[in-house]
C-alpha cells in the first residue's frame, strides 16, 4: 500500500507561482519505477489529468498547462513535485498527485483509471 500527500497549495493572484510536492510512503521500495502525475478539478468539473513523468524522467503535459508547468522528480525522496508558474484564474483547483505502479506510463496518461494510488488533494486558488 502506498500513501501519497501533497503540500503547496494555497492564494495567489495571476502571474504568480506555486510548487506543490507529492510525498510518497508505504511500500515505496519500487518508487523509482513507477509513473507518477499531477491532477486538478475544479468545481463542477471532471478530474482532468496535467503532467506526467516516467521512470526515465519523460514528462508530458496538458495543453492547458504546458509552457507554465514543469514536473520533476526526486527518487531519492520518493517525492514529485509540479512547479507551476504564469498561473491565471482557470487554474484554480484541487491539484491531485497519482502513482501508477507500473514502469509504463501509457498513452491514456490524462485519464484517472491510468492510476492506482491518490492523494487527498490540496488547494489552488488564483485571483485576478
Not at 64 to 88: E, P
Not at 95 to 113: I, N
Request: overall charge negative; some cysteine.
Amino acid at each position: 500500500q502506498v500513501h501519497l500527500v501533497e503540500s503547496g497549495g494555497g492564494a495567489v493572484q495571476a502571474g504568480g507561482s506555486l510548487r506543490l510536492s507529492c510525498d510518497a510512503s508505504g511500500d515505496t521500495s519500487n518508487y523509482r519505477y513507477y509513473c507518477m502525475g499531477w491532477f486538478r478539478q475544479a468545481p463542477e468539473m471532471e478530474r482532468e489529468g496535467i503532467a506526467v513523468i516516467g521512470h526515465d524522467g519523460r514528462t508530458d503535459y496538458a495543453e492547458s498547462v504546458k509552457g507554465r508547468f514543469i514536473i520533476s522528480r526526486d527518487n531519492a525522496k520518493n517525492t514529485h513535485d509540479l512547479q507551476m508558474s504564469g498561473l491565471k484564474p482557470e487554474d484554480t483547483a484541487t491539484y491531485y498527485c497519482a502513482m501508477r505502479r507500473e514502469t509504463y506510463c501509457p498513452g491514456y496518461w490524462s485519464r484517472s483509471d491510468a492510476y492506482h494510488y491518490w492523494g487527498q488533494g490540496t488547494q489552488v486558488t488564483v485571483s485576478p
